[in-house]
């Protein structure tokens, strides 16, 4: 799906981009009930965001920057791509050196619950989108999510997340994403709220 930037602040984010693309979004992340409780440690939240952009979302998916700003991580319709050994084992050390060898456990099963919740649908799944402290209330959330959700409406593609924080269902409801319902990553862990948008003819 080609996504039209040419009027956005954005840039598409190379292989290179990892670290700045992973940082960004464990910056704002920081203060996430799920994350919290899976990894407990902003280092460890860190490692782990780290280990997805340069292992999935920069080699399989496309992922976006606004400056040093705001970062965001998709997988388009039809990519069917999940993490290899090598990338379980480098967040096994990640989790191991930053956080808990209980935050790998708690890792994999949120994970599992994730992927049942996953729809078959052809859809863009957006895996994470976040700014920089400094950059809130800027509008360089709806800079990152734009193009994207105007490409999935030209091509008639739905879209798809998992929503971490309660505090932002406003958010995505303004652009669209309707819950389709809600999990507890955990025995008395936070919820996640699964959301699909319907493109817009």
Partial sequence: MQIDLNTTPLRTASPSDWRQVADIT?????????????????PAIRSMFRV???EMYLKHGQCFLAGDD????????????????FS????????????????IKRGLAVSELMDKWHPSAPHMY??????????RG???????LAPVLAAC?????????????PANSGFYGAYGFERMGVFE???????????????KR
């Fill in 26 to 42: 464990a910056e704002a992340f920081a203060e996430d009930p799920v994350n919290l409780w899976l990894f407990r440690k902003l």
């Fill in 52 to 54: 997805m952009a340069r």
């Fill in 70 to 85: 705001g970062a965001t991580m998709w997988m388009p319709p039809g990519v069917e791509a999940a993490p290899s050994n």
């Fill in 88 to 103: 379980l084992l480098k967040f096994a050390l990640g989790q191991f050196r930053h956080g808990t060898v209980g935050a």
């Fill in 126 to 135: 957006l895996f994470t989108i976040g700014t920089r402290q400094s950059a």
């Fill in 138 to 144: 800027k509008g360089v959330g709806k800079a990152l």
């Fill in 153 to 165: 409406d030209r091509d008639g593609i739905p879209a798809y997340l998992e929503n971490s924080n």
């Fill in 185 to 199: 990553v955990g025995d008395g862990g936070p919820v996640m709220e699964p959301m699909w948008r319907e493109a």
